[in-house]
């Protein structure tokens, strides 16, 4: 069974930082893409950074582009998302998510990790 | 940028009926389109992906079609378990940037 288990969310000052961590589990991690998507509480799903299967290649949405820094690590199943310099709007449940189906559409979750940026 | 634009944000249908929800791309994502449910406090479940093809698990009831700009995600007689927001994703662009759609509710009438 494919798990996805995100941890490191909580209450941040702005200017904080935070690293999130996902730990994968029943399939092989290395091979795929991970990505992460936020959701502010009571909106809508927003794409937020993504890696290719080996850590060579990532992608951001330029909200977050010079602030987060995504990274795996694939002999430990995780992925990270290094979040720097956080504002206010970056308060959302941030997700973990994989494609393992060859396409860019997310086929496994993560429950979600909440974090607040606020003093 | 691709701009995904869902229609209509709320949608009341009662039990057993047909739901139409509708998903517009600013410009041709091709067939590189998905759809995605989620229900209060649970993550998003992919539902279809190119744009007609049904994820592992989901019941035939859930279809998808369209084309380039214009989508469409059919719940042929709604149960009570399909009660939820709906988003559209696009994947169609490079490098890597997902969009998704701001979501269509879907509530008891």
């Known amino acids: 069974e494919v798990q996805l288990v995100e941890s490191g969310g909580g209450l941040v000052q702005p200017g904080g930082s935070l690293r999130l961590s996902c730990a994968a589990s029943g399939f092989t991690f290395s091979s795929y893409w991970m990505h992460w998507v936020r959701q502010a509480p009571g909106k809508g799903l927003v794409w937020v950074s993504r890696?290719?299967?080996?850590?060579?290649?990532?992608s951001y949405a330029d909200s977050v582009k010079g602030r987060f820094t995504i990274s795996r690590d694939n002999a430990k199943n995780t992925l990270y998302l290094q979040m720097n310099s956080l504002r206010a709007e970056d308060t959302a449940v941030y997700y973990c998510?994989?494609?393992?189906?060859?396409?860019?559409?997310?086929?496994?979750w993560g429950q979600g990790t909440l974090v607040t940026v606020s003093s | 940028e691709i701009v995904m634009t869902q229609s209509p944000a709320t949608l009341s249908v009662s039990p057993g009926e047909r739901a139409t929800l509708s998903c517009r791309a600013s410009?041709?994502?091709?067939?590189?389109l998905a759809w995605y449910q989620q229900k209060p406090g649970q993550a998003p479940r992919l539902l279809i992906y190119?744009?007609?093809t049904r994820a592992t698990g989901i019941p035939a009831r859930f279809s998808g079609s369209g084309s380039g700009t214009e989508f469409t995600l059919t719940i042929s007689s709604l149960q009570s378990e399909d009660f939820a927001v709906y988003y559209c994703q696009q994947y169609n662009n490079w490098p890597p940037k997902l969009t998704f759609g701001g979501g269509t509710k879907v509530e008891i009438k």
């Open positions: 998510a994989t494609q393992t189906l060859g396409i860019r559409c997310l086929d496994y």
């Open positions: 190119g744009a007609s």
């Open positions: 890696i290719n299967s080996d850590g060579s290649s990532t």
């Open positions: 410009q041709s994502v091709s067939s590189n």
